[in-house]
C-alpha cells in the first residue's frame, strides 16, 4: 500500500543523523512521497539538499515559534528558493500560534502575511501550522487572496473543518488520530472528503499509538491511513488512493 507523508521534520536534529536510515526504513514500507518540512531559516539548506533525493520533497518557510530569524530579506530568500530548486515545492511550515502566554501575535501576523504573499505570487501550496488562531487564520487568507494548502496536523471542530474545506484547503491528519480518546479527530477526519484528507507523521513528534512513548517517523504514516479507513468505513486501500492523488495533485510528483 503506497503511502504518502505530507509533514516532516527531517532537517530537526533528533532525525537529520539518522536521515539515510529513516529514508531507507521508510521506503521499506511503502512511503512513496515525503514533504520535509522547515520550521527554522537554519534547516533551509539541510532541506534543500535532502529533497534531491528520493522520496523527499521539501517546503520552506519559518514558524511561528522562531521569529527571531526573521529579517526584511526573508520573502526576497524564499522567493529565490523556490524558483531555484524545483523540488521545494511549497511555504511551510508557516502559521500562527496564539497559544496561551505568547506576546508576539502582531508580529507573527505580520511574519505570517509575509510568506504567505510569497506563495500567492508564485502559485505555491502552503504548509500551515496554526493553534487557537482560526478566526485571525482565516483573515489572513481573505486579505492575500486565494492560496493552495494543507491545515497542517488538524485539529479543530467541525465547523472550523467546514470553514477551511469551503476555503478550499486539504485536511492533513497525524498520529493522534489513532489515539482511543481523540473522539473530535476522528470525527474531523469521518468529516473530511476523501478528495481533500492527506495523512502526515510530524516526524520526530505526535506518534501514533502503536509507536506511544518514542518519536515517529515517516513510515508510521500508514497507522493514519489504516485509522482513517476505519473511521470512514472504508478500505485502507480507498485511502492510500485518495492520498496519493492528492498529495500529488498539490505538491506535484515526488
Known amino acids: 500500500m503506497p503511502c504518502y507523508d505530507c509533514h516532516a521534520h527531517l532537517a530537526d536534529p533528533r532525525v537529520l543523523p539518522s536521515l539515510t536510515a529513516t529514508l531507507s526504513e521508510a521506503t521499506d514500507h511503502g512511503v512513496c512521497g515525503i514533504l520535509a518540512n522547515a520550521a527554522r531559516l537554519s534547516e533551509w539548506p539541510a532541506i534543500i539538499e535532502m529533497s534531491q533525493h528520493q522520496p523527499v520533497l521539501g517546503a520552506l518557510g519559518l514558524h511561528p515559534f ?26 511551510g511550515e508557516i502559521g500562527l500560534d496564539f497559544y496561551e502566554g505568547r506576546d ?9 502575511a509575509a510568506q504567505l504573499d510569497v506563495a500567492v505570487r508564485l502559485n505555491k501550496p502552503v504548509v500551515f501550522h496554526n493553534r487557537k488562531s482560526w478566526n485571525e487564520f482565516f483573515t ?63 516526524t520526530p513528534d505526535l506518534p501514533p ?20 479507513a476505519r473511521v470512514k468505513g472504508i478500505t485502507p486501500d ?17
Not at 72 to 87: I, K, N
Not at 238 to 254: H, I, M, W
Open 66 to 91: 522562531f521569529l527571531d530569524e526573521w529579517s526584511a530579506d526573508v520573502p526576497d530568500r524564499l522567493e529565490d528558493a523556490l524558483q531555484e530548486h524545483e523540488r521545494i515545492r511549497a511555504v
Open 104 to 112: 508576539d501575535l502582531p508580529k507573527q501576523v505580520e511574519v505570517f
Open 140 to 202: 489572513a487568507l481573505r486579505n492575500t487572496g486565494p492560496v493552495q494548502g494543507a491545515c497542517h496536523h488538524f485539529s479543530g471542530s467541525l465547523e472550523t473543518a467546514r470553514q477551511a474545506l469551503d476555503t478550499g484547503l486539504f485536511l492533513s491528519f497525524c498520529g493522534p488520530l489513532t489515539y482511543a480518546n481523540a473522539r473530535r479527530l476522528k470525527e474531523a477526519a469521518r468529516y473530511t472528503p476523501l478528495d481533500r484528507i492527506l495523512t502526515e507523521t510530524d
Open 209 to 228: 499509538e502503536q509507536h506511544r512513548g518514542e518519536q515517529s517517523r515517516p513510515h508510521h504514516v500508514h497507522w493514519v491511513v489504516t485509522e482513517i
Open 238 to 254: 480507498d485511502v492510500s488512493a485518495a492520498v496519493e492523488a492528492n498529495f500529488t495533485g498539490l505538491f506535484g510528483k515526488p
